[in-house]
């Protein structure tokens, strides 16, 4: 069974600042990806991120990058240069096993302040 | 880029009765998840289907069934409906049998509503 920890349940960010949001996981198993998922207020689940496990080089999408340890099943989301489009929930996921279910976390809460 | 569609976007149904989600996939994915979010929650995973056969089963309810049909879509049959049952629905879809490595793609989700 695998899990996935979100602690922080809100975070703020100043405008065009850099924002960090914490996530840890664990699994059994020995392949599998992580991704953290953007919900706006139109709830609508939207992708921003993903990282397959066995690469060692951290998943990186414009302003959007990943700290992924691996060793210690962390998982941390940075969004650089913040923008009022980026408050919205985020949860962090991970999927593994044979059919691939999405686990995830509690999720945060992230506004931007202007 | 065609997205997943679910139908309805909104559903307001009394208790005890009887409800029907769709999902249809993006063309030529074969697998579909449905995963329910209640307010304020995370989405948990309910039930997926590849090639119109169930792959996997999560914490879905006994009143509730689903089937993946020839076209690759999917109908959430939810019968018996409890106020616990209101929550956002969310049908996702992907290639390959839901191997590891392929993304599934979000539709906008369904909001029941039990009253």
């Known amino acids: 069974a695998q899990t996935v920890t979100q602690s922080q349940p809100e975070m703020s960010v100043q405008e065009a600042e850099t924002v960090t949001l914490s996530c840890t996981y664990d699994t059994s198993e020995s392949d599998y990806y992580l991704f953290w998922y953007k919900q706006p207020p139109s709830r609508q689940m939207i992708l921003v991120i993903r990282?397959?496990?066995?690469?060692?080089q951290n998943a990186t999408e414009n302003r959007f990058s990943v700290n992924f340890q691996k060793a210690a099943k962390s998982f941390s989301l940075k969004i650089s240069d913040s923008q009022l489009g980026d408050a919205a929930m985020y949860f962090c996921a991970n999927n593994s096993g044979a059919n691939s279910k999405l686990t995830f976390g509690k999720g945060i809460t992230l506004s931007v302040r202007p | 880029a065609a997205g997943v569609i679910q139908s309805p976007r909104h559903l307001i149904k009394e208790k005890r009765e009887t409800a029907t989600l769709k999902c249809y996939p993006i063309p030529r994915h074969d697998t579909v998840y449905w995963y329910q979010q209640g307010p304020g929650q995370d989405p948990q995973f309910l039930i997926s289907f590849y090639e119109k056969m169930q792959s996997d089963k999560g914490s879905i309810p006994d009143r509730f069934s689903a089937q993946q049909f020839s076209d690759y879509h999917s109908e959430l049959n939810m019968s018996s409906l409890e106020l616990g049952d209101s929550a956002l629905y969310f049908c996702?879809?992907?290639?390959?049998?839901?191997?590891?490595?392929?993304?599934?793609?979000f539709g906008p989700g369904t909001r029941l509503l039990v009253l």
């Open positions: 996702a879809s992907s290639l390959e049998g839901g191997s590891l490595q392929e993304t599934q793609y």
């Open positions: 990282q397959e496990a066995y690469k060692q």
